[in-house]
C-alpha cells in the first residue's frame, strides 16, 4: 500500500501534543468498586494525585482515572503516536473525523524478523479509550507487501452524536497472530463402516456448545475418547481425533492445538457421494445436530465433538467435508499508542 492512499484521502492527526484540560463533565458510565478497590483509591489519592500520576505515565493511575472519567483521563493522557515491542511497531498513521465519527488507520511493521504478513490478526485483543461514550471497531485494512507493512482500520462513532474534536484517542493491543493458513476440502475418512460401539467417557472439561433445535444438555451425552490409532491431520494443528455412532447418533471429534496462541478453528460438514458439498444446516432440517466443545487435560487445546441424530443405514450416505484455519506464529506483548484528533 502507497503512504499517499492514507494521506490524500484522509485528514492529518493534529499535531498538538498535550490538548488543554475541559472542565470535568458528567459520564453515562457506572462503576461498582469493591471495598478494597475502594481503599486503594483512597489511598492513591491521599499519597499522590490520581490526575497527575496519570499524566505523567502511571498505568495504574490512568486505569483508575479513566474508570471515574473517561474525559479526564483521555485529557491527560501522554501523547505517543508509535510503540514498539518484541520488534514490532505500533503507529498511527492518519485520521478522518466527519461530525461524530472518525476513522483512524494504524500500521503495524515487524522491525527485526518477518513476522508480519496478510494473515496478521490483532486475536481480538486490542482496546479503544475514547473520552466519551462510543461504539469502536479495530478490523483489518490491507498489506503493503513492499515495505512489509499491514494496515488497521479503526471506526468510532461518538453515541451522543457530537462532533469528534479536540480529542485524544488510546489503542492498545497484546496479542498478534500471523502465518494463518487455510484449509477446505473433502477428509480422508471412510465413513462406510463406522463403529457402533467406541470407546466413550461421559466425563469432560466443557467449555461451549452450540446446537441446532435445542437438543439435550451436554452432560445427557456420552463422548468419544480419543483414538491414536483412528486419528487423521489434514492440516498441522487439527486432527479428527474419532469417529463412531452412539445412541442414535454420528459422532465425530476434532481436536484444535493451543487454541490461545494458534487460534485454531474450523468445521466439519456432510459431503454427498456426487461431490457437491451440504450448505451449513441444510441437511439438518431433518437429522438434529449438537455441537459440543471440550478442553484438553492442560486446558490448552480443544476438542469439538459434532453430534448429528440420524439412522445408522444413512451415515455412509455421506463424506465429511472440512474447513479449518490455523496459525503457525504467535507474539504477545504491550502495544498502546495515543493520539489527539481534530
Known amino acids: 500500500m502507497k503512504a499517499e492512499t492514507f494521506f490524500d484521502a484522509v485528514g492529518m492527526i493534529d499535531d498538538e501534543m498535550i490538548l488543554n484540560a475541559k472542565r470535568r463533565t458528567k459520564h453515562k458510565r457506572r462503576l461498582l468498586i469493591k471495598p478494597f478497590a475502594v481503599i ?21 493511575a490512568y486505569r483508575l482515572l479513566y474508570s471515574f472519567s473517561p474525559s479526564i483521563a483521555q485529557t491527560l493522557k501522554p501523547v505517543m503516536r508509535s510503540c ?4 514490532i511497531k505500533l ?35 486490542y482496546s479503544i479509550n475514547c473520552p466519551f461514550d462510543s461504539v469502536s471497531h479495530c478490523s483489518f485494512s490491507e498489506y503493503d507487501e513492499s515495505t512489509s507493512t499491514a494496515f488497521f482500520l479503526v471506526e468510532i462513532e461518538r453515541l ?15 496479542e498478534m497472530l500471523f502465518g494463518k493458513e487455510k484449509f477446505s476440502g473433502v477428509l480422508d475418512i471412510d465413513t ?23 437438543l439435550p444438555e451436554y452432560t445427557d451425552y ?12 489434514p492440516v498441522d494443528g487439527v486432527t479428527v481425533t474419532g469417529i463412531g455412532y452412539i445412541d442414535g447418533a454420528l459422532h465425530i471429534q476434532t481436536y484444535y492445538e493451543d487454541i490461545s ?10 459431503y454427498d457421494k456426487l461431490g457437491n458439498k451440504i450448505e451449513p444446516y441444510s441437511v439438518y432440517d431433518v437429522y438434529d445436530k449438537v455441537n459440543i466443545s471440550f478442553w484438553d487435560s492442560e486446558n490448552k487445546g480443544c476438542y469439538d465433538e459434532i453430534i448429528i441424530k440420524m439412522p445408522y443405514d444413512k451415515v455412509g450416505e455421506y463424506r465429511l467435508y472440512g474447513e ?9 506483548g504491550d502495544w498502546e499508542i495515543t493520539f489527539p484528533v481534530k
Open 40 to 60: 486503594a483509591a483512597s489511598f492513591v489519592f491521599l499519597t499522590f494525585p490520581l490526575p497527575a500520576a496519570a499524566a505523567m505515565g502511571s498505568d495504574a
Open 84 to 87: 514498539t515491542d518484541n520488534g
Open 91 to 125: 503507529e498511527v498513521v492518519s485520521a478522518d473525523i466527519d461530525g461524530s465519527r472518525a476513522r483512524i488507520f494504524l500500521s503495524v511493521k515487524d522491525l527485526e524478523q518477518d513476522r508480519i504478513d496478510e494473515t496478521v490478526d490483532l486475536f481480538d485483543s
Open 160 to 174: 451522543d452524536g457530537k462532533k469528534i474534536e479536540n480529542s485524544k484517542i488510546t489503542f492498545n493491543v497484546r
Open 192 to 214: 462406510a463402516n463406522i463403529s457402533t460401539a467406541p470407546d466413550t467417557t461421559e466425563s469432560i472439561r466443557f467449555r461451549g456448545a452450540s446446537a441446532k433445535n435445542y
Open 222 to 233: 456420552r463422548y468419544l475418547i480419543p483414538n491414536d490409532t483412528l486419528s487423521y491431520s
Open 261 to 270: 496462541h494458534t487460534d485454531n478453528h474450523g468445521y466439519i460438514l456432510l
Open 324 to 332: 479449518f484455519v490455523t496459525s503457525k506464529g504467535y507474539v504477545n
